[in-house]
């Protein structure tokens, strides 16, 4: 057993495919360079799983068997910091050990935007924690573990948030084969747009859910759609086809607005993205708020990234994270 250990996991955008990727269609997922960091310690009370996060200001500590605590925060915490503390109970209970955690996170990813912030925490937590107890984690291992995780937070998640923070790069996933990695040869000028309304996922996926429930014939179209954005998308990865790749963004965020997940925020971003020039851009996660991606010229990406500001939301410019999870110390 170590005394104190850390890792980062990274947050992630969906080019395309989300919400398709929930009914086991593909979707092609990149990690950026916004990382999760958790730092795991030997706590001081056997069995007690302290979670302190900087970001929400918030502590508190579970009993092995799940009562809450709070330090910092009120009790809504309890919920949020469920997955971490579901990691540590599995985690130590393949340890054999019988100490205490102390977990602390510390991310720069925003929350509940749709860039796999909640998903990123839960990977570094495993690699943390795992590596703190000596217990030795392949990278399916922690994918798992953090999906299990996402399983309790969310409703039918998809898997491709822990996926790319577990193994980096760009994959195509897909629910029943798991991840390809993507060949891609160009830069992506992308810049992120945050309408800064957050939102939660699994109303999101009910509501594509109940969609698809009344209307199979039509949604399902939509996602034939999707799939084929999806392979086309690849290919224009591949040959590093802006033009193409910022048709494919738009379209995919047409069907997504079909579907019933954009809303005045997201589409005021989205046009003032365009209007500066972007070749393409499209919502990015679960929709309802959260995050827009927008594909813009080499040259142009500074004009873009300024038009989403004077819109009203936040923006930056990102870049690929060749790595997944990692172990910091
Ligand atoms: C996740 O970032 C986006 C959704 O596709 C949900 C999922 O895949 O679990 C909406």
């Not at 925060?73 to 919920?79: F, I, Q, R, S, V």
Request: aromatic share 4%; charged share 25%.
């Amino acid at each position: 057993m170590k005394s104190i250990s850390r890792a980062s996991a990274p947050a992630k955008v969906i080019l395309f495919g989300e919400h398709f990727v929930v009914y086991d269609r593909p979707a092609i997922v990149m990690a950026i360079d916004r990382r999760a960091y958790v730092t795991a310690r030997i706590g001081r009370e056997k069995n007690l799983i302290v979670v302190r996060s900087r970001a929400m200001n918030a502590s508190g500590a579970y009993t092995i068997s799940g009562e809450y605590h709070p330090i910092e925060g009120g009790l809504e915490n309890k919920t949020k910091f469920k997955p971490i503390y579901m990691i540590a109970r599995r985690i130590l209970a393949m340890s054999g050990e019988e100490t205490g955690i102390e977990i602390e996170v510390d991310s720069t990813i925003p929350i509940a935007a749709g860039l796999g912030s909640s998903a990123a925490v839960a990977v570094a937590s495993a690699a943390a924690i795992g590596n703190l107890l000596k217990v030795k984690l392949s990278q399916d291992e922690i994918f798992r573990l953090a999906l299990e995780a996402e399983r309790i937070v969310h409703v039918n998640p998809s898997g491709v948030d822990p996926a790319i923070s577990t193994y980096g790069g760009t994959l195509i996933y897909r629910r029943s084969e798991g991840i390809r990695r993507l060949e891609v040869n160009v830069d992506l000028p992308l810049i992120i747009g945050d309408t800064c309304i957050e939102r939660v996922t699994g109303d999101m996926v009910s509501h594509v859910g109940g969609l698809r429930g009344r209307y199979p014939s039509i949604i399902d179209r939509i996602m034939d759609a999707g799939e084929a954005i999806v392979n086309l998308g690849a290919e224009a990865l591949r040959e590093g086809n802006l033009k193409v790749l910022g048709d494919l963004m738009n379209i995919n965020h047409a069907l997504l607005c079909a579907l019933g997940v954009s809303n005045d925020a997201i589409e005021r971003l989205i046009g003032a993205a365009r209007r500066a020039g972007a070749l393409g851009a499209k919502l990015t996660g679960a929709g309802g708020g959260g995050c827009i991606i927008a594909l813009s010229e080499p040259g142009n990406v500074d004009r873009v990234a300024e038009a989403i500001k004077h819109a009203g939301g936040e923006s930056f410019v990102t870049g690929r994270a060749m790595e997944g999870v990692r172990i910091e110390e």
